[in-house]
Every structure is written in C-alpha cells, then in structure tokens.
C-alpha cells in the first residue's frame, strides 16, 4: 500500500477557501490516479474528485465549480483547493490512491478534518 499523509484542513467561514494536500510516498506514483473523498457525519463517504495520472480531473455534482484538484508528480503531491465553502462541505477529507494498471492495492490516508461555520 502507498502511505498517503493529508495537511491542511481546519476551519473556515461560509464562501472562505481552503487548500489540502496529500503527499504519497510511492515510486510509480507518476502514473497512477488520484482522487479525494469526504465523509460528514452521519453520511457515506463520497467521491469529491479524481485526477489521472496526466492531470485530467473530475468531479462530485455537489463540487462542481468550486473545487480544484491539481498534483505534482515531481513532488508526489495532490491537492485540492476549496472554494465558496459551505456548511455542507464540512466533512472529514482522505486522499485516496486507487488501485490501478501500476498499484496494485488502494490506499487511504487517515483523513483531515474540514469545518466550514455558518
């Protein structure tokens, strides 16, 4: 499995921006996907965005606009830049590393917290 480590979260107001980042520790990781899900209380985890190994993003409906993912395969780091938060966008983030043609198991990080107040 490919160790992922997340940072960046916190709080943050109503339409603030916020920006994570996740640092994966892995050799191939150049030419494997990216993506991050989110988890809110009481709810299923969901698919915020997915990036490919070459950059081409997409995302959730309920993002769409507002959220960026973007990686740096020399640094080994994907991101996403959250903006026009929102109350419902408070939710625990993971970095995910699916499995794929060059990684053969998915991994997870521990998740980071996201709280936007009203």
């Known amino acids: 499995q490919v160790p992922l480590v997340e940072s960046g979260g916190g709080l943050v107001q109503r339409g603030g921006s916020l920006g994570l980042s996740c640092a994966a520790q892995?050799?191939?990781?150049?030419?494997?996907?990216m993506a991050w899900f989110r988890q809110a209380p009481g709810k299923q985890r969901e698919l915020v965005a997915t990036i490919t190994n070459d950059g081409l993003a997409t995302y959730g409906d309920s993002v769409k606009g507002r959220f960026t993912i973007s990686r740096d395969n020399d640094k080994k780091m994907v991101y996403l830049l959250l903006n026009g938060l929102e109350p419902e966008d408070t939710a625990v983030y993971y970095c995910?590393?699916?499995?794929?043609?060059?990684?053969?198991?998915?991994?997870w990080g521990q998740g980071i917290q996201v709280t936007v107040s009203s």
């Open positions: 892995e050799s191939l990781f150049k030419r494997n996907p």
């Open positions: 995910h590393a699916p499995q794929s043609r060059y990684r053969k198991y998915e991994s």
